[in-house]
Protein backbone atom coordinates (compact mmCIF):
# COMPACT_ATOMS: atom_id res chain seq x y z
CA UNK A 1 0.00 0.00 0.00
CA UNK A 2 2.83 2.51 1.17
CA UNK A 3 4.85 1.47 -2.09
CA UNK A 4 1.46 2.13 -3.97
CA UNK A 5 0.85 5.78 -2.57
CA UNK A 6 4.58 6.46 -3.00
CA UNK A 7 4.78 5.44 -6.66
CA UNK A 8 1.72 8.01 -7.03
CA UNK A 9 3.15 10.61 -5.61
CA UNK A 10 6.15 10.20 -7.51
CA UNK A 11 4.19 10.47 -10.78
CA UNK A 12 2.24 13.14 -9.89
CA UNK A 13 5.99 15.55 -9.26
CA UNK A 14 7.10 13.90 -12.62
CA UNK A 15 3.86 15.00 -14.23
CA UNK A 16 4.26 18.80 -12.46
CA UNK A 17 8.13 19.65 -12.77
CA UNK A 18 7.23 19.18 -17.10
CA UNK A 19 4.20 20.10 -17.41
CA UNK A 20 4.67 23.94 -17.43
CA UNK A 21 8.55 24.23 -17.29
CA UNK A 22 9.02 25.94 -20.74
CA UNK A 23 5.82 28.45 -19.95
CA UNK A 24 6.42 32.18 -19.84
CA UNK A 25 7.31 35.21 -22.18
CA UNK A 26 10.70 34.65 -24.55
CA UNK A 27 11.73 38.10 -26.00
CA UNK A 28 15.02 39.39 -28.01
CA UNK A 29 15.41 43.03 -29.45
CA UNK A 30 18.13 44.11 -31.48
CA UNK A 31 17.72 47.75 -30.58
CA UNK A 32 15.57 50.94 -31.93
CA UNK A 33 14.01 50.52 -35.26
CA UNK A 34 15.60 46.87 -35.63
CA UNK A 35 14.39 43.56 -35.58
CA UNK A 36 12.40 42.51 -32.64
CA UNK A 37 10.13 40.01 -31.24
CA UNK A 38 7.80 38.06 -28.09
CA UNK A 39 7.12 34.52 -28.31
CA UNK A 40 4.38 33.29 -25.31
CA UNK A 41 4.92 29.49 -24.93
CA UNK A 42 2.06 27.71 -22.71
CA UNK A 43 3.53 24.63 -21.90
CA UNK A 44 0.54 22.99 -20.80
CA UNK A 45 0.82 19.28 -21.03
CA UNK A 46 4.37 17.31 -20.46
CA UNK A 47 4.86 16.69 -24.68
CA UNK A 48 3.14 19.86 -25.87
CA UNK A 49 3.03 23.44 -25.58
CA UNK A 50 0.56 26.35 -27.48
CA UNK A 51 2.58 28.85 -28.70
CA UNK A 52 1.53 32.38 -29.23
CA UNK A 53 4.74 34.65 -31.73
CA UNK A 54 4.65 38.42 -32.47
CA UNK A 55 7.51 40.12 -34.50
CA UNK A 56 8.79 42.90 -36.29
CA UNK A 57 11.15 42.97 -38.82
CA UNK A 58 12.85 46.79 -38.27
CA UNK A 59 14.05 49.19 -40.51
CA UNK A 60 13.24 50.12 -43.59
CA UNK A 61 10.06 47.71 -44.07
CA UNK A 62 8.90 46.77 -40.89
CA UNK A 63 7.64 43.96 -42.16
CA UNK A 64 5.13 41.85 -39.02
CA UNK A 65 4.31 38.64 -38.63
CA UNK A 66 1.77 36.98 -35.60
CA UNK A 67 1.62 33.51 -35.42
CA UNK A 68 -0.08 30.86 -33.35
CA UNK A 69 -0.17 27.26 -32.95
CA UNK A 70 0.48 23.88 -31.26
CA UNK A 71 4.03 22.35 -30.64
CA UNK A 72 4.99 18.60 -29.63
CA UNK A 73 7.90 18.89 -27.60
CA UNK A 74 10.35 15.80 -26.91
CA UNK A 75 13.06 16.56 -24.19
CA UNK A 76 13.68 19.96 -24.85
CA UNK A 77 13.29 20.75 -28.66
CA UNK A 78 10.32 20.90 -30.78
CA UNK A 79 9.86 21.51 -34.56
CA UNK A 80 6.61 23.47 -36.33
CA UNK A 81 6.72 22.87 -39.95
CA UNK A 82 3.97 25.54 -42.20
CA UNK A 83 2.25 24.60 -45.30
CA UNK A 84 4.93 25.52 -47.51
CA UNK A 85 7.27 23.01 -46.11
CA UNK A 86 9.55 25.75 -44.01
CA UNK A 87 10.34 24.75 -40.92
CA UNK A 88 11.53 25.77 -37.44
CA UNK A 89 13.18 24.29 -34.53
CA UNK A 90 12.64 25.26 -30.80
CA UNK A 91 15.42 24.41 -28.64
CA UNK A 92 14.55 25.18 -24.82
CA UNK A 93 17.59 25.29 -22.79
CA UNK A 94 17.37 27.09 -19.12
CA UNK A 95 15.81 30.50 -19.83
CA UNK A 96 16.97 30.46 -23.00
CA UNK A 97 14.81 29.67 -26.31
CA UNK A 98 17.15 29.30 -29.39
CA UNK A 99 14.84 29.32 -32.92
CA UNK A 100 16.65 28.01 -35.93
CA UNK A 101 14.81 27.68 -40.06
CA UNK A 102 15.80 25.60 -42.41
CA UNK A 103 16.72 26.64 -45.93
CA UNK A 104 13.47 26.80 -47.43
CA UNK A 105 11.99 29.74 -44.88
CA UNK A 106 11.82 32.67 -46.36
CA UNK A 107 9.84 34.39 -43.46
CA UNK A 108 8.61 37.97 -44.08
CA UNK A 109 9.96 38.43 -40.72
CA UNK A 110 12.57 36.54 -39.75
CA UNK A 111 12.63 34.59 -36.22
CA UNK A 112 15.79 32.96 -35.92
CA UNK A 113 17.46 34.41 -33.05
CA UNK A 114 18.37 33.63 -29.08
CA UNK A 115 15.43 34.41 -27.34
CA UNK A 116 15.61 35.44 -23.01
CA UNK A 117 12.93 34.56 -20.87
CA UNK A 118 11.70 37.80 -19.80
CA UNK A 119 8.73 36.25 -16.96
CA UNK A 120 7.61 32.82 -16.11
CA UNK A 121 4.00 34.40 -16.26
CA UNK A 122 2.04 34.51 -19.80
CA UNK A 123 1.35 38.34 -19.64
CA UNK A 124 0.08 39.65 -22.98
CA UNK A 125 1.61 42.89 -24.14
CA UNK A 126 -1.26 45.97 -24.39
CA UNK A 127 0.28 46.10 -27.70
CA UNK A 128 0.29 43.26 -29.66
CA UNK A 129 1.60 43.47 -33.35
CA UNK A 130 -1.03 41.99 -35.68
CA UNK A 131 -3.38 41.89 -38.93
CA UNK A 132 -6.11 41.22 -37.22
CA UNK A 133 -9.13 43.71 -37.55
CA UNK A 134 -10.80 43.82 -34.59
CA UNK A 135 -14.05 43.11 -33.63
CA UNK A 136 -16.73 43.90 -30.36
CA UNK A 137 -19.62 41.19 -29.43
CA UNK A 138 -21.34 40.02 -26.32
CA UNK A 139 -21.80 36.77 -24.80
CA UNK A 140 -24.80 35.01 -26.29
CA UNK A 141 -25.70 32.40 -23.23
CA UNK A 142 -24.28 31.68 -19.53
CA UNK A 143 -21.76 30.22 -18.19
CA UNK A 144 -20.19 30.29 -20.84
CA UNK A 145 -16.49 28.49 -20.46
CA UNK A 146 -13.25 30.53 -21.02
CA UNK A 147 -9.93 28.47 -21.70
CA UNK A 148 -6.44 29.28 -21.12
CA UNK A 149 -5.18 28.22 -24.88
CA UNK A 150 -7.78 27.32 -27.76
CA UNK A 151 -7.85 23.90 -26.94
CA UNK A 152 -11.31 22.29 -25.37
CA UNK A 153 -9.26 20.03 -23.09
CA UNK A 154 -7.22 22.48 -21.44
CA UNK A 155 -7.40 24.42 -18.89
CA UNK A 156 -10.46 26.57 -17.90
CA UNK A 157 -9.65 30.82 -16.85
CA UNK A 158 -13.01 31.37 -16.30
CA UNK A 159 -16.93 31.52 -17.35
CA UNK A 160 -18.33 34.42 -18.44
CA UNK A 161 -22.33 35.34 -17.93
CA UNK A 162 -24.68 36.17 -20.77
CA UNK A 163 -24.43 39.91 -22.29
CA UNK A 164 -20.97 40.33 -21.04
CA UNK A 165 -19.07 42.54 -23.58
CA UNK A 166 -15.77 41.10 -25.08
CA UNK A 167 -13.83 42.54 -27.65
CA UNK A 168 -12.24 40.19 -30.23
CA UNK A 169 -8.74 40.53 -30.77
CA UNK A 170 -7.70 37.69 -32.83
CA UNK A 171 -8.67 34.05 -33.89
CA UNK A 172 -7.64 30.59 -34.00
CA UNK A 173 -9.63 28.26 -35.79
CA UNK A 174 -12.55 27.98 -33.86
CA UNK A 175 -11.66 29.95 -31.56
CA UNK A 176 -11.81 33.67 -30.56
CA UNK A 177 -9.24 34.98 -28.76
CA UNK A 178 -11.08 37.82 -26.71
CA UNK A 179 -10.09 41.40 -23.78
CA UNK A 180 -12.05 42.08 -20.83
CA UNK A 181 -11.48 45.03 -19.52
CA UNK A 182 -10.24 44.04 -16.55
CA UNK A 183 -8.30 41.33 -17.38
CA UNK A 184 -6.63 42.95 -20.52
CA UNK A 185 -3.06 40.92 -20.25
CA UNK A 186 -4.72 37.41 -19.90
CA UNK A 187 -4.81 34.78 -22.66
CA UNK A 188 -8.21 34.10 -22.66
CA UNK A 189 -9.84 31.48 -25.73
CA UNK A 190 -14.02 31.28 -26.10
CA UNK A 191 -15.28 29.44 -28.89
CA UNK A 192 -16.83 31.38 -31.63
CA UNK A 193 -20.51 29.95 -31.17
CA UNK A 194 -20.65 31.34 -27.94
CA UNK A 195 -20.14 35.28 -29.21
CA UNK A 196 -22.81 37.54 -30.52
CA UNK A 197 -20.70 40.00 -32.87
CA UNK A 198 -21.97 43.64 -32.89
CA UNK A 199 -19.80 45.35 -35.11
Known amino acids: ?21 YTGTYS ?10 TIYVNHY ?25 FIAIYDNVATYTFKNNCSIQFQFLGNNLTITEDSLCHLQCSLAAKYKKTSPVLKKSS ?48 FYLIELKNKQNEFLWVLKKNIQIIK
Open 127 to 174: VMVSDYVEKQGVIKTDMVEVYKIPLLESELALTLSKETPVKMIDEYKQ
Open 28 to 37: FNKGLNKANA
Open 45 to 69: KDDSAFIYITAVSGMPDFNTLDFRG
Open 1 to 21: MKKGILFLVMFCVTIVSYAGK
